[in-house]
């Protein structure tokens, strides 16, 4: 009976196998790891658009409704200043949030206050754009013209909230900031008077999203994904 030798495997050859098995899941784990980055990628900038479309699309509509003349803008160079719009809104609270017209003189009788700001998002940390509104009586309402604006009633008042003041809503997650370019920036309130001379009004709606763990929204250095939604409009008198 002849029997046959059985060669094993060399230690070069087994290093060569190792080694080629080695690049091969390196390669896997890569392809692995940009297709996980890309789909975060698409993820992240379809939640963006989301937020975007439902920011512009509430703000825009209130805006339209209302006048310069009861509009005052907080336009900040500083990040950490609070960014935002305050503008008169003729729906009645007191009736189904109708809008209300005076039928003699058909203008607007303006019954509330309303704020769109940036602040921060307590649950997951982000900014994110908020809406206030602060109420009076509707027989405070002035036909047709501004209702008097308190001293005190600022945009800190409705960050702030309190007394005659509807409890913040979250319109928009991953709204990083207002701007309004056309104006120029102030930590004062930009009044009506100069807004008027700047029509129709610019807004840009910034959205961003963490891009690490580490993402700090108060640090405008953070790294961070955006994209950027403008709209103009020419606000009625």
Known sequence: MILKKHRG??????????SVMGIMFTMIAGIGLLLKKSYLSQSSLSNMQQDASIALAK???????SSYKTTTIYNPSDINQPTG???ASARDFNSNNDFKIDPNTAKCIWYKYVCYYIDTDEKSNEKALCRREFLR???GGTTGSIIPLPCSLAINSFITGGTDY????IVAHRVRDLNFSDIGVSSAGI????IGTKLPLKVDIIISEKANANFDPNNPNTSYNSITVSFTMNLSN
């Open 9 to 18: 495997v060399s230690a070069v050859e087994l290093l060569i196998t190792i």
């Open 59 to 65: 703000l825009s509509r209130e805006l339209m409704e």
């Open 85 to 87: 719009i305050i503008f």
């Open 137 to 139: 009586d509707p027989a």
């Open 166 to 169: 509807t409890q913040k809503m």
């Open 191 to 194: 009044p009506p008077s100069f």
